[in-house]
């Protein structure tokens, strides 16, 4: 995989700011628009305190749920040291870009995470993550008011009707196409950038 200049995903990642990362801190101020970037932080603390811990955060590698996933890493450090494993889900409901694949495998490797990969719809797929680990409470998601179907919803919103019930979070479904970007370039972090610069909005 690519990351920029560097040669590795590791070696990318020690690029990051982390001096707005340590257990403690609560300052963001280098993480692209700061009253938003708080914002958001404070909703996954809220979802992890509510939730008692028993959360798990959506990852398919793009841009959204990878902004999001650096979201969770900063409330994490201001919560505790060590950091605590979080689960993690890919749900795969197609053919899947070698890159993202890559780029996941990559992430699963730095970050604490313990990946669960589900080959099914959403639907279908959620029911399993239900059914394997039923005592999560809250699914961290990095749905915006843009993307097809979510105009309506909110930081926190349940499942529809008909759906496995869990409360889908939200932390950053105000956040506009311009500040996912301005955050990940702000904060140096690593992203899967091969399939963005040939034109892929959406993964």
Known sequence: AEYGEF?????YFKQINL????????DVSACGEPALVSAAVAVVTKALEDAGGAVAIAFNGGKDCTVVLHLLYLALQQQASPIPSVLGVCIESGET???VEQFIDDVVE????TLVRIKAG????LEILMKEHPDIKAILMGTRRTDPYSSHLTEFAPTDPGWPQILRVNPIITWSYSQVWD??????APYC?????AGFQHL
């Open 97 to 99: 870009f070698p890159e």
């Open 193 to 197: 950038p091969r399939l963005f610069l």
């Open 110 to 113: 730095v970050y604490p995470i």
């Open 122 to 125: 959403i639907k279908e797929g």
């Open 7 to 11: 040669q590795t995903f590791q070696h």
């Open 183 to 188: 955050f990940l370039r702000s904060l140096q």
């Open 19 to 26: 001096s707005v990362m340590q257990p403690g801190s609560s």
